[in-house]
């Protein structure tokens, strides 16, 4: 029984990984990364006798120190961990085309079709691990299977450093009895969450019905699936960050009107957010651009800390850029929204904020209706009169049709 053609290579810790093979003094000995001299500094990376001492990424530099005196803490250099993973990156390219970047020191490789360049995906694997060992010194966890979860979790189960190739009847099994915390988009937070609710397995998570899985909130019922084994993204070789998702309505006609204007922009805001999620991505960017009568176009746009996810949050970013994008008192004849700098949307446990675990429900329940009937099958009662005028027009159009 053969392997499946995705690949994960996860280096642990890039930064203390590039740190020690520089410094070979540092090799044992428990150091962290992190910037001391700032407020609420914390641990970027860490060795792994860091790890081993009870330390972790994200702790505050302060409490580091306390529990484990003489802590040595050297200053980040991004510009080396960026070369590095970098390197990686381009090794895996010269193996296939289809090279999905997960983050510092993660990738994903599709071997699919490179049978006649380098064996099979086992072979391809290995030439690829002796690749990187040679070009940085720098000994990567690498494993093979059908879906990119299985191969992630799979990974981070054999993790520092080894190489595994799940046969297809083995992935399942493997998944299912793994601790929650392994599988992709579970953090520690989340995971101390789920172990309050006593889902301690990905197996665990993945025998939930539909109902518990949508009280997880949101992007529950896509965490359960993903724990089942149904995920199946192929590998993508471009990252979401740059991916954009745009939509646009000419008006008819031109028009001035605020009220109209903005229910088109909810309008637009409802569809983008709806095929965002489709994909199980959250937006950090949000432009609203306009074309006035006389041709003139003006735009404007905002980031955000975090990825949003909801229709509600979506709408509260673009209603103000439509006041700041409107800056001519003509009329518009176009209105065209663009989300971008997408990141995965993990699932969000709102277990102990009700108003915020109430709002994700409701947005699960009006996706639903929305893949079912049509996206324009249902909207916000503010945009329900563009909704409905669309309709009537789209009706007497076919009906004037001969």
Known sequence: MGTGTILHLNLVGLMAAVEERLEAGLRGRPFVLGNPGRGRAVVLDLSREAHRAGLRRGMALDAAKRLVPGLLVLPPRPELYA??????FGLASGFSPLVERAGAGHLFVDFRGTRSLWGGPE???????????????????????????AAKVAARVIRPTGFL??????????????????????????????????IEEIGALADLDELEARALGPRGPALRDRAAGLEAAAVDPEPPARRRITGSRTLEPDSADPELLARVARGLVSELGFAMRREGLGAGRVELRLVFSEGQATSASCRFPRAL?????LERAALPLLLRAKTRRTRVRSLAVELGEFAPAGPELDLFTPEEAKRGRLQVALDRVRLRYGVEAIATASSGIAVARTASSDLALARARP
């Open 309 to 313: 996810l909801r229709d509600d949050e």
């Open 123 to 149: 072979d391809g694997t290995a030439k690829l691990r002796k690749a990187v060992l040679e070009e940085t010194g720098l000994l990567p966890s690498l494993a093979l299977a059908s879906t990119k979860t």
């Open 165 to 198: 190739a799940l046969a297809s009847g083995e992935e399942r099994g493997l998944i299912r009895s793994q601790p929650v915390e392994l599988l992709p988009g579970v953090g520690p937070l989340l995971f101390e969450r789920l172990r309050l609710l006593e």
């Open 83 to 88: 070369r590095a993973d970098g390197i990686l």
